[in-house]
């Protein structure tokens, strides 16, 4: 099976977070970059699906500047075959026109899955996989958090609310995945050693033109200070007339 | 003057909230840009239109309803390409979808299909001439982007909960259509639905969460948190990627960056230590309430409430009080 995962580098938000002057991105100095968590979860998928699958082989697809191919490192240290980076001087917010230049990679890739992550981490947008999907024309199936390959078919398990649906699509197809599949290996020594030999080509993005571009961003309203209303059982009945009479929730 | 589309969800041949939400949106949008119509757009199996009035009751001039027996499950393919073709030949200037499990799905197709770019999980929007601004929370929630939109129609999804459905009585006037694409012809079927056992309460609609995480300890403890939901009468159990991992609860049930991000009047955390990626996804409730051993744990930073103890002794006093003051 030929897969490709499109992979996106992201800052590392759990230390460290600060609006940049500009007040429209983030301020990058000392932050940490690292593969947008479901896209991690995308390149486990891949890869646990070529070791069930013999003859496989695993690309993965970053559109950034050249620090994109760190990440695209990662995965080939974690088992990918080869890497390609689609050369851009900015990650546009846009996702249609990411997904205009991985659509025009992938149209001649011969892929038998895509497998995107559900949701970049950075944007929360949500939308370059089934985009991508659209403009290749191929079946998609979004938010999977099961799946089986059986020869030319599938079948995936999409969770909605209160519910889930198991879904059937033929190959090739386009999935988009969800918590609950797999939980992305830690590349070893090993991995780490293959990985710098392993290829990355590299290519200008053919990227859309951005027509949503973000012009402010700021920090969400600050909670107002909480309180410690006691210790112990005792101060459940306290709690409760607060949730009463002053938080009026009950 | 310009008109709306909104995308009405339902499901298993009832509206969901969300379908109010959208139309609700698009019915702001119309009247904000000069009053233009609301066309919600409404896909289901045959007996779906008699849904029609509820939309018209929130503003919907008319409702396109979509009827076809195959169609009691969204086949995405299907709807998608309807609702392009309605919002490409109809002449909208923005197309509102629900960012639920569904509308994420279709909307960013429906924007592919019409070759314009979209504003994904909005919880606010203006028009401004050519322009649509929206507010988006990015960086697991560290941070809102006002974006802007430019192309028309400018297809948008909403996060649930964010837009209030207010009542604008309209005329909901049925239109019947038929799908753009023969369902038969769908490459992506439905094979079974899978209802969630005890799930009353979806996580994103419960006005009341009892969550909890490992300080629990154990999967049968979960019961003091089922009990606790059970004397709100109203709440939904969520947990922590710690639990779930564990399997002392499903997996759907996990709340933060890479579970539900969830929205309620009112969020009980139990157990829960408040590590980043869990506060991503509940710290915009209207009212936090934490319970730990632990006085240091980060969840009483954003908690409004906090008791320190065993939950052990906490929770099954704070299930009697709350039976209490509901009267059960
Ligand atoms: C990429 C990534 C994504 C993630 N996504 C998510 C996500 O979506 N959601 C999520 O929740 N986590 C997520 N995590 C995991 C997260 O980092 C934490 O590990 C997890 O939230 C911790 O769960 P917890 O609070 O239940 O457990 P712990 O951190 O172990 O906390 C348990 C708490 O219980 C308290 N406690 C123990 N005993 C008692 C008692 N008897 N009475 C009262 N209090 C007691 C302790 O003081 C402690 O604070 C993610 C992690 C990564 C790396
Ligand atoms: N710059 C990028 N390079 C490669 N893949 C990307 C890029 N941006 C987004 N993706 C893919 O699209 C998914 C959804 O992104 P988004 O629509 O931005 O939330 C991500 O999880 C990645 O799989």
Redesign the pocket.
């Known amino acids: 099976m030929r897969i490709a995962v499109p992979i996106k580098r992201v800052p590392d938000t759990e230390t460290r977070f600060t609006i940049a002057a500009d007040g429209k991105s983030v301020d990058s100095a000392g932050l940490k970059y690292d593969m947008s ?1 479901f896209d991690g979860y995308a390149v486990e998928v891949a890869l646990r699906l070529a070791e069930t699958h013999e003859g496989s082989e695993v690309t993965v697809i970053s559109v950034g500047p050249d620090a994109v191919q760190e990440t695209i490192r990662k995965a080939l240290s974690m088992g990918a075959a080869r890497g390609i980076q689609l050369k851009a001087a900015d990650v546009l917010f846009d996702g249609f026109a990411i997904a205009q230049a991985l659509a025009a990679e992938l149209k001649e890739g011969n892929y038998d899955l895509i497998l995107f992550g559900r949701n970049a981490t950075d944007s929360a947008n949500g939308v370059v996989g089934t985009m991508t999907a659209e403009l290749l024309g191929l079946p998609c199936v979004s938010a999977i958090s099961e799946l089986h390959i059986d020869g030319t078919s599938g079948t995936a398990r999409r969770e909605l609310e209160g519910a889930a649906e198991i879904v059937e699509f033929p190959l090739p197809a386009v999935l988009t995945i969800d918590e609950g599949i797999a939980r992305p290996r830690l590349p070893g020594l090993k991995g780490i050693m293959a990985a710098k030999k392993k290829p990355i080509e590299v290519r200008e993005a053919a990227l859309g033109r951005a027509n949503v571009v973000i012009e402010k961003m700021a920090l969400p309203p600050e909670r107002a200070a909480g309180r410690i209303v006691g210790e112990g059982a005792d101060a459940v009945p306290e709690l409760v007339r607060l949730l009463q009479n002053e938080a009026k929730v009950l | 003057m310009a008109d709306m589309l909104a995308f009405a969800e339902a499901r298993g041949g009832e509206l969901r909230k969300v379908a109010l939400e959208t139309v609700t949106a698009a019915r702001q949008a119309a009247d904000a840009t000069g009053g233009g119509a609301v066309a919600a757009l409404l896909i289901g199996a045959p007996g779906i239109g008699a849904h029609a009035a509820e939309l018209g009751a929130v503003g919907a001039d008319r409702v396109l309803v979509v009827e076809h027996q195959a169609l009691a499950n969204c086949l995405p393919e299907v709807f998608a390409a309807t609702a392009a073709k309605l919002i490409g030949d109809g002449g909208f200037r923005a197309a509102f979808f629900s960012a639920s499990a569904e509308g994420r799905d279709l909307a960013p197709r429906v924007a592919a299909k019409l070759k314009v770019s979209m504003a994904a999980d909005v919880t606010s929007f203006a028009f401004d001439g050519d322009a649509m601004t929206a507010t988006h929370p990015v960086y697991i929630g560290k941070a809102i982007v006002t974006e802007r939109l430019t192309g028309a129609p400018a297809v948008v999804s909403l996060r649930p909960g964010a837009i209030d459905v207010t009542e604008s009585p309209k005329g909901g006037t049925v239109e019947a259509m038929a799908p753009a694409m023969d369902p038969a012809s769908a490459r992506v079927r439905v094979k079974e639905t899978v209802e969630q056992k005890g799930a009353a309460l979806d996580l994103g609609e419960a006005p009341v969460i009892v969550s909890g ?3 629990l300890r154990a999967a049968e403890n979960f019961k003091l948190v089922e009990d606790l939901a059970a004397a709100f009468g109203n709440a939904a159990v969520g947990a ?4 779930t991992d564990d399997g002392w609860r499903p997996a759907t049930d ?6 539900r991000m969830v929205n309620p009047d009112l969020y009980v955390a139990v ?3 408040g ?1 980043v ?2 506060l991503a ?1 509940m710290r915009t409730s209207r009212v936090i309430v934490a ?4 006085k240091d ?1 980060p969840i009483f930073k954003i908690a409004d409430y906090g008791i320190v103890g ?3 002794e906490v929770v099954p006093r704070l299930t009697e009080e709350i039976r209490r003051a509901k009267g059960r």
């Open positions: 968590d | 995480g490992r300080g922590t990627r710690a639990v996990q709340i933060g960056q890479t579970g157990g829960i230590s590590a990626q869990h996804g319970i730990n051993k632990d744990a065993d939950l052990f």
